[in-house]
Nanobody, 122 residues
């Protein structure tokens, strides 16, 4: 599965963005997808994950209640709706896939998108 992340941009504190992770290949229905992010000078961290059917999702504590992950298997796309954005959400956001289920460990993922920059100004 090849992944392409898009939808990043510059927003003010409190604003919203929706990221998309578009996948190529007919096996998208069989993969779980997660979003990770990496801020300057920091390690990459888990943000949210969703399993192959959309029936299981998980979030980092720092984004719970503000971010929502979803998927449309007919469009081979996973979305990350980000609301109430804060300056500390500024990072490059990556999507990644693995068979069936999601995980919060980046070493579990074999396919990665190229990343999309999210910048939240105060």
């Amino acid at each position: 599965v090849q992944l392409q992340a898009s939808g990043g941009g510059l927003v003010h504190t409190g604003g919203s963005l929706r990221l998309s992770c578009a996948a190529s290949g007919r096996t998208f229905i069989r993969v779980g997808v997660a979003w990770f992010r990496q801020a300057p000078g920091k390690d990459r961290e888990f943000v949210a994950g969703i399993n192959w059917s959309g029936g299981s999702t998980g979030y980092a504590d720092s984004v719970k209640g503000r971010f929502t992950i979803s998927r449309d298997n007919a469009k081979n796309t996973v979305y990350l709706q980000m609301n109430s954005l804060k300056p500390e959400d500024t990072a490059i956001y990556y999507c990644a896939s693995k068979p069936w289920e999601w995980s919060n460990e980046e070493t579990d993922f074999g396919s990665w998108g190229q990343g999309t920059q999210v910048t939240v100004s105060s």
